[in-house]
T-cell receptor, first 112, second 114 residues
């Protein structure tokens, strides 16, 4: 049972455009939703995270939108740059438990 | 600023061989994790250690054992490697069990079982 579903698998965006990656979750006990960024040959690194008591969080060009009733959240990358080309993972965790449940990842390519 | 350090970086094993992946963190974190990453599968939790002296199974524990040697070190052992264990393995750590604690990852260990 896949608890966090991520789409699309791959995404190509022109430089300066908006990249949008979507995730949906099933377990209503999840209370923390981070996004991780991974470059080739490196480990994932935390990019931005949100809790379900807010509908949006913005850090620079990166924004998480959260829809609790639909059990969906998304990552928006504004003014996408070639340096943003990476694999992005959404994830979720629940209080008192350990570890994160990850989506399957989105391979993002920003074309110059 | 070492963070989470894993060794070895690359390893090729023959089916049936055993090996141990080593992991150490220097952030004084209580919780440590082992994940595996396979193409199109995301990251899946193998084992975790909520605190020194405790270990628990994650989503895909079969074929693996772990040891939390001390607060800093958490090793993953493959007793009899199988081709299905060909993967990239990531060790990670976090301050504690609270769901909001950031999980920090090492740079990965590429394992091929032939």
């Amino acid at each position: 049972q896949q608890q966090v579903k991520q789409s699309p698998q791959s995404l190509i965006v022109q430089k300066g455009g908006i990249s949008i990656i979507n995730c949906a979750y099933e377990n209503t006990a999840f209370d923390y939703f981070p996004w991780y960024q991974q470059f080739p040959g490196k480990g994932p690194a935390l990019l931005i995270a949100i809790r379900p008591d807010v509908s949006e969080k913005k850090e620079g060009r990166f924004t998480i939108s959260f829809n609790k009733s639909a059990k969906q959240f998304s990552l928006h990358i504004m003014d996408s740059q070639p340096g943003d080309s990476a694999t992005y993972f959404c994830a979720a965790s629940k209080g008192g438990a350990d570890g994160l449940t990850f989506g399957k990842g989105t391979h993002l390519i920003i074309q110059p | 600023n070492a963070g989470v350090t894993q060794t070895p970086k690359f390893q090729v094993l023959k089916t049936g061989q055993s090996m141990t992946l080593q992991c150490a963190q220097d952030m004084n974190h209580n919780s440590m994790y082992w994940y595996r990453q396979d193409p199109g599968m995301g990251l899946r939790l193998i084992y975790y250690s909520a605190s020194e002296g405790t270990t628990d199974k994650g989503e895909v524990p079969n074929g693996y054992n772990v040891s939390r040697l001390n607060k800093r070190e958490f090793s993953l052992r493959l007793e009899s490697a199988a081709p299905s264990q060909t993967s990239v393995y990531f060790c990670a750590s976090s301050l504690g069990r609270s769901s909001g604690n950031t999980i920090y990852f090492g740079e990965g260990s590429w394992l091929t079982v032939v």
